[in-house]
């Protein structure tokens, strides 16, 4: 059994920084790409970073140059760091990771969320 477990979620004062992590546990052969959703009340979820097995970032518009995703792969953990939070980046942050469980054999799997908010 696969479980993601999101920490970090905070109330946070505008400008301010703060890290999320996500850590996978359980049965894992490997993780291929690692992503960041966020979801604000009223709103659709969006996909605001993600990053390959190999380390390649993708970003978001409104996220890009403040916030960084990173991953330790010996850890099965992907993080984010966020600098110079707005209002507007108040949501539920989740964590999603296309895995492997057992050699060929692939699935998408979601965090249980962690709520961020910022204080204006």
């Known amino acids: 059994q696969v479980q993601l477990v999101e920490s970090g979620g905070d109330l946070v004062q505008a400008g301010g920084s703060r890290r999320l992590s996500c850590a996978a546990s359980?049965?894992?052969?490997?993780?291929?790409?690692m992503r960041w959703y966020r979801q604000a009340p009223g709103k659709q979820r969006e996909l605001i970073a993600s990053?390959?097995?190999?380390?390649?970032?993708n970003y978001a518009d409104s996220v890009k140059d403040r916030f960084t995703i990173s991953r330790d792969n010996a850890k099965n953990t992907v993080y984010l760091q966020m600098n110079s939070l707005k209002p507007e980046d108040t949501a539920v942050y989740y964590c999603?990771?296309?895995?492997?469980?057992?050699?060929?054999?692939?699935?998408?799997?979601w965090g249980q969320g962690t709520q961020v908010t910022i204080s204006s």
């Open positions: 999603n990771m296309d895995l492997s469980p057992v050699k060929g054999y692939l699935r998408n799997y």
């Open positions: 359980g049965s894992i052969f490997s993780i291929n790409i």
């Open positions: 990053i390959t097995s190999g380390g390649v970032p």
